[in-house]
């Protein structure tokens, strides 16, 4: 069969995107989403993503992670899922789609996406490190000289260690300014760094808010693949308003026979 596709990328986040508005695509068969993904063999990303019709508002999102599982929310994977549904015509400067923690409101402006992450109210204080989920789990953990830090090594030790098989992503941050930090990111699923995570990111703000780190709600984040912007709003311990606003950009088409 031949799938047509679509590529985008979000600060280095890539995905395959496909639409599946007619439901052709075979949602159950992981070994065809784990092959699109794969680098050698396939197409090659981080995940891939579906834009199915959803009554009652503009899309669907259903993402899959590059190990062929459907997975929890995908920060710069909506991003790109919104620049590809302006791409297709389905929308224009704004959205509400679904997806698997709901309903999602987004902008889009060239090629700058502002999507509308969900309410934050309960962040874990651990020893060392924060634990909070902005869609999907994600452990956040200060470190030095994050640029020499063995990401992968590490990221697997805490994924596993701390987490289990279920596990979380893991976040490692490093201050820059007042308002701005490093961040490198292992995701689970992708068994790896990645060069950004959006729901990761997103954490990070919050974490860094939490606990007095930042005083600022407009916070910058640099990752891997780019820099990123999240802003808050915050109230009795709840973190509501939350927006991630950063590039997300078509990078080619083609058709790939499975």
Do not use: W
């Amino acid at each position: 069969m031949t799938h047509t596709f679509y590529k985008f990328q979000g600060t280095g986040n890539d995905f395959v995107m496909i639409d599946n508005r007619q439901g052709e695509f075979d949602k159950n068969n992981t070994k065809l989403v784990a092959f699109l993904c794969d680098r050698k063999f396939g197409i090659g990303a981080d995940g891939l993503i579906l834009l199915e019709n959803e009554e009652g508002v503009d899309f669907k999102m259903v993402y899959f992670n590059s190990d062929g599982n459907e997975s929890s929310m995908c920060g710069n994977g909506g991003r790109c899922l919104v620049a590809f549904a302006e791409h297709l015509g389905v929308i224009k400067e704004s959205t509400t789609f679904n997806a698997v923690d709901g309903l999602h409101f987004a902008t889009i402006k060239e090629d700058i996406v502002s999507l509308q992450m969900k309410d934050v109210n309960e962040v874990k204080l651990k020893p060392n490190a924060t634990f909070l989920d902005t869609g999907s789990p994600h452990h956040v953990q200060l470190v030095e000289n994050i640029e020499n830090l063995k990401v992968k090594e590490e990221g697997a030790k805490l994924r596993y260690g701390l987490y289990g098989e279920k596990g979380s992503n893991i976040n490692f941050v490093e201050p820059i300014t007042d308002a701005s930090f490093k961040v490198r990111t292992y995701e689970r699923g992708v068994e790896d760094e990645t060069l950004s995570c959006g729901t990761g990111v997103t954490a990070v703000a919050i974490a860094m808010h939490k606990t007095g780190k930042t005083k600022a709600n407009t916070i910058q984040i640099e990752a891997e693949g780019g820099k990123l912007e999240i802003k808050f709003d915050v109230s009795d311990n709840i973190y509501s308003n939350v927006f991630l606003t950063g590039p997300a950009k078509f990078v080619f088409k083609g058709e790939i026979n499975v």
